[in-house]
């Protein structure tokens, strides 16, 4: 462990597309908190284990590989008390749990999970609209799952794969200790943001209050959908390549700006009935253990009434 002053106290390690975009968007609000501009580094993935990209597809800025590069990213911090980072990479990491306990030392975790079919799902939108997902059928893309992981395709490829949160759970709450873990459900967080909130501020120990004054309507970001038209359909297989270039050229208000537009051209995709009992199906054993690790009721992550 290096000295850890001026570094994260906490972070919030995922899971993917589990409503981690937008909680970043409220944390980066409050001001007894200090994120970094970057949202995902991937630091703990990229200079200890590496970050597998071998499908198709542009990969994401994978830029900070140096703990040189990542303190520099928190040298803005002026008097916050609570400084961390929200990546989701970090969920799938077989050791990352032990690189950031080691590195930072027994820091705050949050973890946000998501109904684990709806996930996978819109993993998989996502990784169609973004151009990294060739095969048109979920399902199908599923199947292939053993076969990319192979071929060191890497867990952006595995819908099915990071719906498994039981491991997760048990491995964080193993290295950090369970007072010092907090789980949230994302779709808490969505119909009652102030709450969600406020748990989280008083486990960051912020002022929670501050919650109160986010209860405007959240826009929605890093959506997953289908295109409306060929021209959004070319800007998002390109998204990655045209956030690279605009990072340093364009002021992150219009680049927010930009994104808005882009997502408000999407429409839903919808996860079939039939595609959900298969996900559900595969899932049972470890929803189960997720009970038991979280004290929750997830039935109706089951499918079955509450």
């Not at 390690?13 to 609000?29: H, I, Q, S």
């Not at 990491?93 to 820091?107: M, N, R, S, V, Y």
């Not at 059928?137 to 799952?145: C, R």
Request: proline share 7%; glycine share 6%; hydrophobic share 40%.
């Amino acid at each position: 462990m290096i000295d850890n002053a001026n570094l994260p106290n906490f972070i919030c390690v995922g899971a993917p597309k589990c409503g981690t975009t937008a909680l970043y968007a409220d944390l980066l609000e409050h001001p007894e908190i200090f994120l970094p501009e970057l949202k995902e580094t991937h630091f703990f993935r990229l200079a200890f284990d590496g970050l597998p990209w071998n499908g198709p597809g542009t990969a994401p800025s994978m830029r900070i590989n140096s703990p040189e590069r990542y303190k520099a990213l928190f040298r803005g911090i002026a008097g916050e008390t609570a400084i961390g980072e929200v990546c989701p990479s970090y969920f799938a990491g077989e050791h990352t749990a032990e690189h950031i306990h080691q590195f930072l030392g027994p820091i705050k975790i949050l973890i946000m999970l998501r109904n684990p079919a709806e996930r996978a799902f819109s993993q998989f939108i996502h990784a169609r609209l973004i151009g990294c997902e060739p095969e048109p059928s979920f399902l199908k893309a599923v199947s292939l799952e053993p076969e990319r992981a192979a071929k060191k395709w890497g867990e952006f490829w595995s819908y099915l794969g990071q719906s498994h949160y039981a491991p997760v759970l048990k491995r964080y709450f193993t290295i950090f200790g369970r007072e010092n873990v907090l789980v949230a459900r994302h779709e808490h967080y969505t119909q009652d943001r102030e709450v969600t909130l406020r748990t989280i501020y008083k486990f960051l120990d912020v002022d929670p209050d501050f919650a109160h004054r986010q209860l405007e309507p959240k826009r929605q970001v890093n959506i997953s959908g289908v295109p409306n038209s060929k021209v959004s359909a070319l800007a998002f297989k390109n998204i990655e390549k045209l956030a690279g270039l605009a990072r340093v050229i364009v002021p992150a208000p219009v680049r927010r700006t930009v994104r808005s537009t882009l997502d408000r051209s999407l429409v839903r995709a919808t996860l079939r009935e039939d595609e959900r009992l298969f996900i559900v199906g595969q899932l049972l054993d470890d929803l189960s253990k997720v009970e038991t690790l979280t004290g929750w009721n997830v039935e109706d992550w089951k499918g079955r009434p509450v």
